[in-house]
Nanobody, 117 residues
Framework: QVQLVESGGGLVQPGGSLRLSCGGA????????MGWYRQAPGKQRELVAS???????NYADSVKGRFTISRDNAKNTVFVQMNSLKPEDTAVYYC???????????WGQGTQVTVSS
């Protein structure tokens, strides 16, 4: 019923920028809290950023000032603009949708981001 698909990952050099997109299908997008998570090899998955329907945002300390999350409910899409990328940002990035009323949570398949010179 709910499918999330990430795109925009790839290889970028330190200091560069990348924009990830996540599209949702079969979902009334506006009722979900949307988030981006990442997982590096050997590490636990961590929250990168989240955004509510009303536009309230939350960021991990490690990305504050560098990443910006946004959403377009009409297009069922959430974005994260990643600037000043560092090698430690290298990870698989996952899109998440959480329906606040029920607690139901859905995940995309992930997209690889590699920051290297």
């Amino acid at each position: 019923q709910v499918q999330l698909v990430e795109s925009g990952g790839g290889l970028v050099q330190p200091g560069g920028s990348l924009r990830l997109s996540c599209g949702g299908a079969g979902v009334i997008f506006s009722i979900y809290v949307m988030g981006w998570y990442r997982q590096a090899p050997g590490k636990q998955r961590e929250l990168v950023a989240s955004i509510t329907s009303g536009g309230s945002t939350n960021y991990a300390d490690s990305v504050k000032g560098r990443f910006t999350i946004s959403r377009d409910n009409a297009k069922n899409t959430v974005f994260v603009q990643m600037n000043s990328l560092k090698p430690e940002d290298t990870a698989v990035y996952y899109c998440n949708a959480r329906r606040s009323s029920s607690g139901a949570s859905y995940w995309g398949q992930g997209t690889q981001v590699t920051v290297s010179s």
